[in-house]
């Protein structure tokens, strides 16, 4: 801990009491993690049939029976009950047909925005601007309105000319975002910030332009050293959000003479990278296993580092969730003092280990700008979200009706996600197969494929992404209708993998599709989570049983489409293997439910696992196995030459 006991701690410096999407802006003058508002209770999940008098089950409901007057109910609040805004996003843009009888409510947006134009009064008043514009409509903004102002990126004295015009001419950027306006004041300041905001925001800018202002203020986005210095280093945790970074970022830096942006990541070939890297970089935009390779291995690149004048962990949750906190402490070595650099902090959440980070990399007294607020409503409490059971032989044509009946939607965009790569890999050449394109992004693939297949579905529609994780957070994927997910998930990844749709107030709904023997812990995980459990005779899914099983016969005929079966027998396997305590399930019964998944993918013949494989999992001895004690193993890359860690 860095702070003294007995400090009195900062205050909100733009409110007292923020309601629902209100924005904070703190500034912590003891960087311990606790000093950082607590992670928000649970939201109270109020049962509306009881509300209406008719609900049948009891004390055995799992939502709150809320008494709305005293002797209405069996619970009798002492209190009123506070409880946040569920807005109605079809009200918002004026196509709501259930009126009164509709769940969410019905927010003006005039009304909503101006609650949080008065929330900014401050934040633009350090911007420049004295008194707030109007607040913006559904009319002049559409979709954004949820979260753009009506505040002109050119009328900000704070920011450079050049900036100015590339934002402007080049990126067609006229009005900024909340988390802009929120943020951007605390960071021209020079003080340290720890920034709370959603994903597709706007938060890159935010980063990206404060840097640039404070960079100019320190010597030139060129620096003062010449020829060689990196004067800002981005933390990324994958590799598709590197690029995406780097690109805007090289988008703004267009009129900056002599500015360059480099981005390195894992999967690419790293002498290539060190050609990159010679001459003057403004922003080096990294993932942390290949920032740490170049540190430890190249001395002349690690003094480079050592003279940055900016450090920035962006999605900075998620690279703590993919375990990266001991390459990030490694890094942290490698980089001047807190008390010489600017350090951001941008991430979707703050969790206790988020606040342990910027307790580690942050000075004292840095900001803390909250632009999404302890009870707002996130998308998985409000987009409709369905859940359908099936047994194994069913799964792969329940997901081919599911994909159908989204295709139905004009301009449809589908993210199916799955739980390991190489199931990924299977399903995408499956599906495309039977003749539905799919694209597929995953962590064995290479770093180049990876990047073509983003831009590609970021920048069309009426397509279908097969994914494993890698796009499950951090990625600005716009337009996403609906999300499938495949198979067992934990709640966090479940909620972000969710939060690919209905972005930036737009419409979206999600499925979860789940073999027979999941339920049970997917509920239990998923309780609070309003889920509509729908059939498998709902959906029709006979209608296309025979063009499905079809095509599954003809998979061992197939000699790559085979091999890539038996790549995800093994990889389903290992995945559950890692969930049996959660499933409450033994190893004999892991390797039936593995060999009926074989079946149902078409292989002809249960496929075989290295001896080396079966010790590796501890099912050494478990009967329905079939060991291969002849192949020999010789290494090599995973499929499309990007190595990976999951299955």
């Given at each position: 801990?860095?702070?003294?006991?007995?400090?009195?701690?900062?205050?909100?410096?733009?409110?007292?009491?923020?309601?629902?999407?209100?924005?904070?802006?703190?500034?912590?003058?003891?960087?311990?993690?606790?000093?950082?508002?607590?992670?928000?209770?649970?939201?109270?999940?109020?049962?509306?049939?009881?509300?209406?008098?008719?609900?049948?089950?009891?004390?055995?409901?799992?939502?709150?029976?809320?008494?709305?007057?005293?002797?209405?109910?069996?619970?009798?609040?002492?209190?009123?009950?506070?409880?946040?805004?569920?807005?109605?996003?079809?009200?918002?843009?004026?196509?709501?047909?259930?009126?009164?009888?509709?769940?969410?409510?019905?927010?003006?947006?005039?009304?909503?925005?101006?609650?949080?134009?008065?929330?900014?009064?401050?934040?633009?008043?350090?911007?420049?601007?004295?008194?707030?514009?109007?607040?913006?409509?559904?009319?002049?903004?559409?979709?954004?309105?949820?979260?753009?102002?009506?505040?002109?990126?050119?009328?900000?004295?704070?920011?450079?000319?050049?900036?100015?015009?590339?934002?402007?001419?080049?990126?067609?950027?006229?009005?900024?975002?909340?988390?802009?306006?929120?943020?951007l004041p605390e960071i021209l300041t020079g003080r340290d910030c720890l920034v709370k905001a959603k994903t597709g925001t706007g938060k890159t800018l935010s980063f990206l332009i404060g840097s640039i202002e404070h960079i100019k203020k320190s010597g030139g986005l060129r620096g003062s050293t010449g020829g060689n210095q990196i004067t800002s280093l981005i933390i990324s945790p994958t590799r598709e959000l590197a690029s995406q970074i780097a690109a805007e970022a090289k988008s703004l830096l267009t009129y900056h003479p002599g500015a360059r942006v480099e981005f390195i990541t894992g999967g690419?070939?790293?002498?290539?990278?060190?050609?990159?890297?010679?001459?003057?970089?403004?922003?080096?935009?990294?993932?942390?296993?290949?920032?740490?390779?170049?540190?430890?291995?190249?001395?002349?690149?690690?003094?480079?580092?050592?003279?940055?004048?900016?450090?920035?962990?962006?999605?900075?949750?998620?690279?703590?969730?993919?375990?990266?906190?001991?390459?990030?402490?490694?890094?942290?070595?490698?980089?001047?003092?807190?008390?010489?650099?600017?350090?951001?902090?941008?991430?979707?959440?703050?969790?206790?280990?988020?606040?342990?980070?910027?307790?580690?990399?942050?000075?004292?007294?840095?900001?803390?700008?909250?632009?999404?607020?302890?009870?707002?409503?996130?998308?998985?409490?409000?987009?409709?979200?369905?859940?359908?059971?099936?047994?194994?032989?069913?799964?792969?044509?329940?997901?081919?009706?599911?994909?159908?009946?989204?295709?139905?939607?004009?301009?449809?965009?589908?993210?199916?996600?799955?739980?390991?790569?190489?199931?990924?890999?299977?399903?995408?050449?499956?599906?495309?197969?039977?003749?539905?394109?799919?694209?597929?992004?995953?962590?064995?693939?290479?770093?180049?494929?990876?990047?073509?297949?983003?831009?590609?579905?970021?920048?069309?529609?009426?397509?279908?992404?097969?994914?494993?994780?890698?796009?499950?957070?951090?990625?600005?994927?716009?337009?996403?209708?609906?999300?499938?997910?495949?198979?067992?998930?934990?709640?966090?990844?479940?909620?972000?993998?969710?939060?690919?749709?209905?972005?930036?107030?737009?419409?979206?709904?999600?499925?979860?599709?789940?073999?027979?023997?999941?339920?049970?812990?997917?509920?239990?995980?998923?309780?609070?989570?309003?889920?509509?459990?729908?059939?498998?005779?709902?959906?029709?899914?006979?209608?296309?049983?025979?063009?499905?099983?079809?095509?599954?016969?003809?998979?061992?005929?197939?000699?790559?489409?085979?091999?890539?079966?038996?790549?995800?027998?093994?990889?389903?396997?290992?995945?559950?293997?890692?969930?049996?305590?959660?499933?409450?399930?033994?190893?004999?019964?892991?390797?039936?439910?593995?060999?009926?998944?074989?079946?149902?993918?078409?292989?002809?013949?249960?496929?075989?696992?290295?001896?080396?494989?079966?010790?590796?999992?501890?099912?050494?001895?478990?009967?329905?196995?079939?060991?291969?004690?002849?192949?020999?193993?010789?290494?090599?890359?995973?499929?499309?030459?990007g190595g990976g860690k999951k299955g």
């Amino acid at each position: 801990m860095e702070g003294e006991k007995g400090k009195k701690r900062g205050g909100f410096t733009n409110r007292k009491d923020s309601p629902s999407k209100s924005i904070k802006v703190r500034v912590v003058s003891d960087t311990a993690s606790n000093d950082l508002p607590p992670a928000p209770a649970s939201k109270v999940n109020e049962c509306f049939a009881f509300k209406k008098g008719n609900c049948e089950r009891g004390a055995a409901c799992r939502f709150a029976h809320i008494a709305s007057s005293v002797g209405g109910g069996d619970v009798k609040p002492t209190a009123p009950v506070s409880k946040p805004v569920n807005e109605c996003f079809a009200f918002k843009k004026g196509n709501c047909e259930r009126g009164a009888a509709c769940r969410f409510a019905h927010v003006s947006t005039n009304d909503f925005d101006m609650q949080v134009v008065n929330e900014m009064k401050e934040p633009l008043q350090k911007l420049g601007v004295a008194v707030p514009p109007p607040p913006p409509t559904t009319s002049t903004f559409g979709d954004k309105a949820s979260y753009i102002t009506t505040v002109r990126f050119s009328d900000m004295p704070t920011i450079c000319p050049e900036s100015k015009r590339s934002l402007a001419e080049v990126m067609k950027y006229e009005y900024m975002t909340k988390v802009q306006v929120a943020s951007l004041p605390e960071i021209l300041t020079g003080r340290d910030c720890l920034v709370k905001a959603k994903t597709g925001t706007g938060k890159t800018l935010s980063f990206l332009i404060g840097s640039i202002e404070h960079i100019k203020k320190s010597g030139g986005l060129r620096g003062s050293t010449g020829g060689n210095q990196i004067t800002s280093l981005i933390i990324s945790p994958t590799r598709e959000l590197a690029s995406q970074i780097a690109a805007e970022a090289k988008s703004l830096l267009t009129y900056h003479p002599g500015a360059r942006v480099e981005f390195i990541t894992g999967g690419t070939n790293i002498n290539t990278d060190k050609k990159h890297l010679e001459g003057a970089i403004t922003f080096l935009v990294a993932t942390p296993g290949r920032l740490l390779d170049l540190l430890n291995n190249h001395p002349g690149f690690s003094a480079r580092i050592g003279g940055i004048k900016v450090l920035i962990f962006d999605e900075a949750d998620q690279l703590l969730d993919m375990g990266f906190k001991p390459d990030i402490d490694r890094i942290l070595a490698f980089v001047p003092s807190k008390d010489k650099r600017l350090t951001l902090c941008f991430s979707a959440t703050v969790p206790e280990m988020t606040k342990t980070l910027a307790t580690g990399a942050m000075n004292k007294g840095y900001s803390y700008v909250d632009t999404v607020g302890e009870d707002t409503e996130q998308t998985h409490m409000h987009v409709h979200q369905e859940l359908i059971v099936c047994p194994e032989a069913s799964f792969i044509t329940a997901l081919y009706t599911l994909l159908k009946k989204q295709m139905s939607v004009p301009e449809y965009k589908i993210i199916v996600f799955f739980s390991t790569a190489r199931v990924c890999g299977f399903m995408s050449d499956f599906f495309n197969s039977t003749g539905m394109k799919v694209l597929e992004i995953h962590s064995r693939m290479s770093q180049s494929a990876r990047t073509r297949t983003s831009d590609l579905f970021r920048d069309g529609s009426k397509l279908i992404l097969f994914s494993s994780d890698v796009s499950a957070r951090g990625m600005d994927y716009a337009n996403v209708t609906h999300v499938i997910q495949c198979g067992l998930t934990d709640r966090e990844q479940y909620i972000h993998r969710l939060g690919r749709t209905a972005r930036a107030g737009k419409e979206g709904s999600g499925t979860l599709l789940l073999y027979t023997y999941e339920r049970i812990a997917m509920l239990k995980d998923l309780k609070d989570i309003r889920l509509t459990e729908v059939t498998l005779d709902s959906i029709n899914i006979g209608q296309y049983a025979p063009v499905v099983n079809s095509c599954i016969s003809k998979v061992g005929d197939n000699r790559e489409l085979l091999t890539s079966a038996n790549q995800a027998y093994q990889a389903h396997m290992g995945f559950y293997n890692s969930n049996l305590r959660k499933l409450n399930i033994n190893k004999a019964e892991l390797v039936q439910m593995s060999n009926q998944f074989a079946v149902t993918i078409g292989c002809r013949e249960q496929p075989k696992l290295l001896a080396k494989t079966v010790g590796k999992m501890g099912l050494k001895g478990t009967p329905g196995l079939l060991i291969d004690r002849e192949t020999q193993v010789h290494g090599g890359g995973g499929r499309g030459g990007g190595g990976g860690k999951k299955g």
